[in-house]
């Protein structure tokens, strides 16, 4: 759960550039990007809350420390927000199993099957 004081955002960008030890023409790029979208006030001066810097520290891992050009990051980030989704949907399938927990045919198997395109998702769980 994330608190308002996480997502609230408060840092200008000197300040983060500061915290972060890059210089402010870095987020301005990763901003162009698409890798980062700090909020802005009506002067449009851009403010970037405690999670904004946790991402960015992110992404600063990933080019420096692992060596993945801009492109590469976008297509993390890209995937990490799929693999999440698809991680909230393996969950609302497991509870939706658990729900007709005693309709099972095969006693401590449970299956739940669906279909949103040409592919079918089976999700079946084993108790142990």
Do not use: C, W
């Not at 308002?4 to 408060?10: D, G, H, L, T």
């Not at 810097?53 to 993390?76: F, Q, S």
């Not at 006693?107 to 999700?123: C, E, G, H, R, Y």
């Amino acid at each position: 759960m994330e608190t308002n004081s996480y997502i609230e955002p408060v840092y200008l960008i000197s300040a983060v550039a500061e915290i972060l030890n890059i210089h402010p023409q870095t987020l301005r790029q990763y901003e162009r990007e698409g890798l980062i979208k700090p909020s802005r006030t009506n002067g449009k001066i851009r403010l970037y809350s405690q999670k904004d810097i946790d991402h960015i520290k992110y992404v600063l891992t990933l080019t420096r420390e692992l060596g993945v050009n801009l492109a590469g990051v976008v297509l993390i980030l890209q995937l990490n927000q799929k693999i999440e989704i698809l991680e909230n949907d393996i969950h609302i399938y497991k509870t939706k199993i658990k729900s007709i927990n005693n309709l099972s045919v095969v006693p401590d198997t449970k299956a739940l099957v669906v279909q949103n395109t040409s592919f079918d998702m089976v999700i079946i769980e084993k108790n142990k």
